[in-house]
C-alpha cells in the first residue's frame, strides 16, 4: 500500500508509524487519517509485529489536531465531520498491541487525544501539551473529553478544555498524561528499551489485558459517535466558522458578537 501523509515501517517486531506532515505541524487532513488506520490495521493485526510507536516526523510537533487549512465547516474527506476519526479512535484501542506515543514536540487538540488513546506514551523534555478546540470553534466529545477525564481526573481535563492552556512534559507526566519523560537526544533509545521489554511477554496477555482495561470505558464510545453528529452540527455555526476564519487570518476571534 502506498501511503502519502505518514511512513510506515516494520522491523525486529516493531511497527514504527509516523506522521510526515512536518511543515503542516504534523495537522491531519483526512489522507492523514485513513493512512494511519489502514497502517494501524496492518501492524495491528500482524502476528510478527509485538508493539507499535505511533510518532511523527519533524522536532516540532508530534500532532496538533485537525489541519484548520481543510476545514471549512466540514473537513475534506469522509466521516461524520469529514474526517474518519472516530474509525482511527477505534482502531487505536481495538487493535490487540499496544501503541505507543513518541511525543517530541507540541502534542495539541486532536494531537492530545491521540496521545491519551494510545496505551502509552513516552515525550521528551521538550514536548508540549494541551487543548485547542474552544479557541477555534471546535471539540472532542467523546475520547478528548469523557476519556481524557477518565485517565487523569475530572477537574483537571475540564481545566485542559475550558483554559487550553499548554502544559510541559513534566506537568503532563505529573498528571498521568504520559508514563516517562527523558532528554529528547534520548527519546528513541527510551522507546527501543520499552518496546524490548513488551517483546519479552506474552503476546496473548497483552491483548487480553488491553481488552479488559478497554471494558471499563468501552460506553464513551458511543458517547463519542453521538457527540460526533453534534459537532457536525456545531461546524455549519457561524460560531464554529469564526474561530477557523480567525485561525486562518490570524487573529483572535471574537465569539461573543451577535452572529
Request: glycine fraction near 10%; hydrophobic fraction near 40%; aromatic fraction near 8%.
Amino acid at each position: 500500500m502506498t501511503y502519502l501523509d505518514i511512513t510506515f515501517e516494520k522491523r525486529d517486531g516493531v511497527a514504527r508509524i509516523y506522521i510526515n506532515r512536518p511543515d503542516k505541524m504534523n495537522a491531519f487532513r483526512n489522507q492523514t487519517i485513513t493512512d494511519l488506520i489502514n497502517a494501524l490495521n496492518d501492524a495491528g493485526w500482524d502476528n510478527e509485529i509485538g508493539v507499535i510507536v505511533l510518532g511523527a516526523h519533524g522536532d516540532r510537533a508530534f500532532c496538533v489536531g485537525g489541519d484548520q487549512s481543510a476545514h471549512d465547516g466540514f473537513y475534506d474527506g469522509k466521516g461524520t465531520i469529514g474526517l474518519p476519526i472516530e474509525e482511527l479512535h477505534t482502531v487505536l484501542r481495538d487493535i490487540p498491541k499496544p501503541v505507543i506515543a513518541r511525543v517530541q514536540g507540541y502534542s495539541i487538540g486532536g494531537g492530545n487525544v491521540l496521545v491519551t488513546l494510545c496505551d502509552l506514551a513516552i515525550a521528551s523534555d521538550k514536548a508540549k501539551f494541551g487543548q485547542a478546540g474552544p479557541k477555534v470553534g471546535s471539540v472532542d466529545p467523546g475520547w478528548g473529553t469523557a476519556y481524557l477525564a477518565h485517565a487523569i481526573g475530572e477537574k483537571k481535563a475540564r481545566e485542559i478544555w475550558y483554559l487550553c492552556r499548554q502544559y510541559s512534559a513534566e506537568q503532563a507526566l505529573e498528571m498521568g498524561l504520559c508514563n516517562a519523560v527523558v532528554p529528547h537526544e534520548k527519546l528513541d533509545e527510551e522507546i527501543d528499551q520499552w518496546c524490548k521489554e513488551i517483546l519479552q511477554k506474552s503476546p496473548t496477555a497483552i491483548a487480553i489485558a488491553k481488552s479488559s482495561f478497554n471494558a471499563a470505558t468501552e460506553n464513551i464510545r458511543g458517547v463519542g459517535n453521538l457527540g460526533m453528529q453534534a459537532l457536525a452540527l456545531f461546524y455549519q455555526s457561524a460560531e464554529s466558522k469564526e474561530g477557523v476564519n480567525a485561525f486562518n487570518e490570524k487573529r483572535k476571534p471574537n465569539f461573543r458578537q451577535k452572529f
